[in-house]
């Protein structure tokens, strides 16, 4: 298989850490001064769900690669 066989847990482990570190950064450190028409804080509702969709990516290509 092109570059092993762990090919796709990996790229889905990166995909999942990206949403999560840069949704939890976005939280913490918001624009000082954001432009016209973008907003001061990214939408916790939507945030949250971001994390938690990236977690379960990270959980589920970790249990992919272990098994």
């Given at each position: ?62 249990a992919s690669l272990?098994?």
């Amino acid at each position: 298989m092109f570059l092993g066989e762990d090919l796709l847990p990996l790229l889905l482990m990166a995909l999942g850490g990206a949403m999560v570190v840069g949704t939890v950064m976005a939280l913490l450190r918001p624009q000082d001064h954001p432009g016209e028409g973008e907003l001061v804080r990214p939408p916790l509702a939507r945030s949250v769900m971001m994390i938690a969709i990236g977690l379960v990516a990270v959980v589920w290509s970790l249990a992919s690669l272990v098994s």
